[in-house]
């Protein structure tokens, strides 16, 4: 292993995660590149070692003993390089720099985005970098410093701290029930225009309680979208009936512009809201006052009883 001074940070990243994906397609899925990518990059951190590393078939990848030693080595190298950057960031008295957050359209609509500001008087020389999108990305490739994730466990190779927990019920526009009358029963449904969302097959999972027994309706909707803010939009246009997070709808339903539907056949049940950060980077302050902020934009979600910091 004599070129190992050509190697950066990330070579050594990448062969731990192909090393314990066993498989170069997937890690360049999880980075969201071509796969041909990847290998060129693998191809690269074999030639500098001028050794064979892996076994590489179609379909399957497995570390030649070679790889197994280089593997222990790039381990130790992320490792250290992991806790460097926290004892760096931990010396660090100011919360300045610039941290990257990635939200959801809906949860950066509603919840984030409103009170931003407020972020800015308590820490001036804090930039952020919000990435709004509804899909779960690679947080170390696409450099996010925190994710906000609803409903889905995080990694356990991530630091999580629970902000609360939401439901989801049914909402319309008041001048969509004026025109096509308001449901009594979920039957009812059946004649009006339901609004879907694609993105989460899940979402569509409509559930009800009636004399005690639960029922669930596989809805397709009329109206169709791939977002969680496009189906509220479209609720609040009077474009249908939506199924919605139930903290948001609740506050449309103050300012007048939505309608409980079917509210005393409800079972919004309960999804947990974790603020997900990558354990290298936990205990830097930019990231600490960050987590305390989003803490403050998320506290009227109802609080859950597993409220912890966890790794």
Not at 9 to 28: G, M, N, P, Y
Request: glycine content about 6%.
């Amino acid at each position: 292993m004599k070129n190992l001074k050509h190697l950066t940070f990330d070579d050594f990243a990448l062969f731990t995660e192909v090393a314990a994906a066993q498989s170069l397609s997937k890690v360049a899925r999880d980075r969201q590149v071509a796969a041909s990518l990847v290998s060129r990059h693998f191809a690269r951190i074999e030639a500098h070692c001028q050794l064979r590393l892996a076994h590489r078939t179609t379909h399957s990848l497995s570390l030649t003993d070679d790889g197994e030693i280089f593997l222990e080595i790039a381990q130790r190298v992320t490792r250290e390089h992991a806790q460097l950057q926290d004892s760096m960031g931990a010396r660090r008295q100011s919360v300045n720099g610039t941290v990257r957050i990635s939200v959801s359209q809906l949860f950066a609509q509603y919840v984030v985005m409103p009170r931003l500001a407020e972020l800015r008087v308590l820490h001036p020389n804090l930039c952020v970098d919000l990435e709004i999108d509804d899909r779960i990305v690679n947080m170390a490739y696409k450099g996010i410093d925190i994710a906000v994730r609803s409903g889905v466990q995080p990694a356990d190779t991530l630091i999580a701290r629970n902000l609360g927990c939401h439901g989801r019920a049914l909402y319309a526009a008041p001048g969509y029930l004026k025109k096509h009358g308001t449901p009594r029963k979920p039957d009812d449904l059946l004649s009006h225009s339901l609004i879907t969302n694609t993105a989460v097959a899940a979402h569509n999972r409509w559930q009800f309680l009636a004399k005690g027994q639960a029922i669930i309706r596989e809805v397709r909707g009329q109206v169709r979208v791939n977002s969680s803010a496009a189906v509220v939009s479209l609720a609040l246009t009077g474009a249908g009936i939506g199924r919605i997070n139930d903290v948001v709808g609740e506050q449309l339903v103050m300012q007048g512009q939505l309608v409980p539907v079917l509210a005393r056949y409800s079972t919004p049940g309960q999804y947990p809201v974790y603020a997900a950060i990558l354990a290298e980077r936990h205990r830097a302050p930019k990231i600490r006052a960050t987590v305390d902020f989003l803490a403050l934009c998320f506290a009227h979600f109802k609080p859950d009883p597993t409220d912890q910091l966890r790794n």
